[in-house]
């Protein structure tokens, strides 16, 4: 059984940092890309950012410059740091992987950014 779990949210001032981790279980992940999906209030879920099994990685233009993605395959967890927070960023950040036709997500962890 895959499970995902993200922790690392919380409250922080826009112009802060957090730092999100998704750690799996279940299966080793380092075959796969893993993702990085948010969901604000009364919005669509919308993709943040991906890293490949190869450590190739591509953001949303919302994010690039101040998010990075990174992976440790040993650890079998994805990291997200977020730096220069912004309002807009307040949303549940859910970790993502889709392997062998099957897609996975975490539960998600809230970041909410106060202006």
Request: hydrophobic share 35%.
């Amino acid at each position: 059984q895959v499970q995902l779990v993200e922790s690392g949210g919380g409250l922080v001032q826009a112009g802060g940092s957090l730092r999100l981790s998704c750690a799996g279980s279940g299966r080793t992940f380092d075959s796969y890309a893993m993702d990085w999906f948010r969901q604000a209030p009364g919005k669509a879920r919308e993709f943040v950012a991906t890293i490949g099994w190869r450590g190739i990685t591509v953001y949303a233009d919302s994010v690039k410059g101040r998010f990075t993605i990174s992976r440790d395959n040993a650890k079998n967890t994805v990291y997200l740091q977020m730096n220069s927070l912004k309002p807009e960023d307040t949303a549940v950040y859910y970790c993502h992987s889709r392997q062998g036709g099957m897609d996975y997500w975490g539960k998600g962890t809230l970041v909410t950014v106060s202006s």
